[in-house]
Nanobody
Framework: VQLQASGGGLVQAGGSLRLSCAASGRTFNSYAVGWFRQAPGKEREFVSA????????LYAGSVKGRFTISRDNTKTTVYLQMNSLKPEDTAVYYC???????????????WGQGTLVTVSS
């Protein structure tokens, strides 16, 4: 599975962005997909995950209620809608796939290249 994350950019606090994770590979629809982020000097952290069917989702406490993950398996794409952005959301955002639905980055085998989100105050 190959993943391509896009949609990052510069936005003011309170604004919105939608990230996309486009996948190639026939097995994509069998995998859970997660979004992680890494700010400068910090560990990569879990943001959100969705099961292969899209029926279940998980969110980190810091983004719950502001971010929404979804997927369109017909387009082999997962989205992360980010609303009410805060400066502390500034990071490189990565999407990844895993055979299990998990918040642990070590469960994810395939990673995209990341897309930078910068939120100005």
């Amino acid at each position: 599975v190959q993943l391509q994350a896009s949609g990052g950019g510069l936005v003011q606090a309170g604004g919105s962005l939608r990230l996309s994770c486009a996948a190639s590979g026939r097995t994509f629809n069998s995998y859970a997909v997660g979004w992680f982020r890494q700010a400068p000097g910090k560990e990569r952290e879990f943001v959100s995950a969705i099961t292969w069917s899209g029926g279940r989702t998980l969110y980190a406490g810091s983004v719950k209620g502001r971010f929404t993950i979804s997927r369109d398996n017909t387009k082999t794409t997962v989205y992360l809608q980010m609303n009410s952005l805060k400066p502390e959301d500034t990071a490189v955002y990565y999407c990844a796939t895993a055979p299990i639905y998990s918040t642990n980055r070590h469960d994810y085998a395939y990673w995209g290249q990341g897309t930078l989100v910068t939120v100005s105050s």
